[in-house]
């Protein structure tokens, strides 16, 4: 632990105690959050989590403590808890956005509608904000930031997700003065036909929901992810969907983007396959010859574009960083820049006819793909994010991208109020 951190660490355990989290969220990496901070960081107290189901919740606390958790109903039941050191559950998640007892909130349940609600609520509250959520922050990431600065708190993407390590990489590389022009991710496979049927199996064996094991392998995840990353980078994708080039190991991968890309703006992408199989790139761009002399010495390649990695990302254990990033500096770990720079869109994943409803991230009947925003704007394209609970107006075939004027949204969605909300806001500005 560096001495800045440690004496920051130790001021505020001085002056407030640990930083209280409240968790939204009980599915498996809610979980994983859960039995981590439990037990492997005094400085961070989980006061509560909030989840439909809170003997969920409570199952997972008792595996690490050995004993139930309370579940509380009321604001002052949370209070006095809270002053016990106790870690509780509750049904209802405005109540921990509301607490006084709480000073960030970690949301996790993977939702857009009821997350919104959620975020802005403990935003308004002057409650940090860490996003475990890729399909909120992909999709309304950009003017839910704008609320957390009008509050004057954090709102951030969790470091350990790919788009975090690929950030903090990026922010390193930055700070020894060379030149980023690239980043993504690493992925094993994509199918973009998968399904929650497809999927059940494999998903069982994991403990884990199958539509959200379908959003993995259909390249929804990956396309949420990777536009996360483009919104805090403000680089692009060099065409929809990305190139992810197939190769052996990730260190290829500055031989195998566009060069001419790179170097105007820089892209987001992924390896397909590549070793080490997990955690995330950056690429530097260098062109002096001596430079790069000095950087064949130390085995990074002939260049002129070099490839760093990270290679392992554990969203439940480095989340510890960015709860310390937010709550004792103010500094997020990945949030947009500003207007979107990426979108991701929704493509028909079978033959779709008048009527159907669409049924989300990792579903039946579409997946998503990244697509640069200007294109997705002038297309009026429709957000994969917001897709969930929409009826068709016309046939949509098969691998076709669905426009607003394709659909009929769901009547008073919070969700709707705030993409059109973050389009004017941005338009405003440009």
């Known amino acids: 632990m560096n001495g800045k951190l440690e004496s920051a660490i130790q001021a505020r355990l001085q002056s407030d105690g640990p930083i209280r989290v409240a968790l ?15 037990c492997a960081v005094p400085w961070i107290k989980l ?22 958790p ?18 509780v559950v509750t049904q209802d998640a405005d109540l921990l956005c509301d607490s006084s007892s709480v000073d960030l909130v970690i949301e996790a349940t993977g939702t857009v509608e009821f997350s ?15 996003l475990v959520n890729a399909e909120l922050d992909s999709t309304l990431g950009p003017i839910l930031k704008t609320h957390a600065e ?25 700070s020894l003065g060379l030149r980023t022009v690239a980043a993504g991710n690493l992925k094993g496979m994509i199918d973009k036909y998968r399904t929650p049927e497809t999927q059940k199996d494999f998903a069982a064996k994991l403990g884990m929901n199958p539509w959200k094991i379908a959003s993995f392998a259909d390249g929804t995840k990956l396309a949420m992810e990777l536009c996360i990353l483009a919104n805090a980078t403000g ?27 790179m170097l105007n703006g820089g892209l987001v992408d992924y390896a397909l396959g590549a070793e080490p199989h997990t955690g995330a790139f950056v690429i530097v761009h260098e062109d002096h010859p001596r430079k790069q002399r000095d950087l064949g010495y130390f085995k990074m390649g002939e260049g002129p574009f070099y490839v760093y990695h990270t290679p392992f990302h554990l969203p439940h254990i480095q989340i510890v960083s960015t709860i310390a990033r937010a709550a004792l500096f103010s500094d997020p770990t990945v949030t947009p820049l500003g207007a979107p720079i990426c979108e991701v869109i929704t493509i028909a994943k079978c033959d779709l006819q008048v009527g159907d409803v669409l049924d989300g991230v990792g579903g039946f009947r579409a997946y998503g793909v990244i697509e640069n925003a200007p294109i997705s704007a002038k297309q009026n394209l429709l957000p994969m994010g917001v897709s969930k609970g929409c009826r068709l107006l016309r046939n949509i075939p098969k691998d076709q991208p669905i426009t607003y004027a394709d659909i009929e949204l769901p009547h008073g969605r919070l969700c709707d109020q705030l993409r059109a909300q973050q389009f004017r806001h941005f338009a405003a500005r440009n």
């Open 235 to 261: 680089f692009s994708a060099g065409r929809r969907g990305m190139y992810g080039p197939k190769c052996a190991h990730v260190r290829e991968m500055g031989k195998l983007l566009p060069a001419d890309q």
């Open 47 to 68: 006061a509560a989590v909030a989840n439909r189901d809170p003997s969920r919740a409570a199952a997972v606390i008792a595996e690490i403590t050995g004993r139930l």
């Open 24 to 38: 939204l969220g009980a599915g498996a990496s809610a979980a994983m959050i859960m039995r981590h901070l439990l």
């Open 150 to 174: 009008d509050h004057g708190v954090i709102l951030t993407h969790t470091d350990g997700d790919e788009p975090g390590v690929a950030m903090t990489l990026l922010r390193y590389l930055q």
């Open 70 to 87: 309370v579940e509380v109903t009321a604001s002052g039941e949370l209070l006095a808890k809270a002053k016990q050191g106790e870690t």
């Open 116 to 130: 919104a609600r959620r975020v802005l609520r403990a935003l308004a509250n002057q409650k940090h904000v860490v």
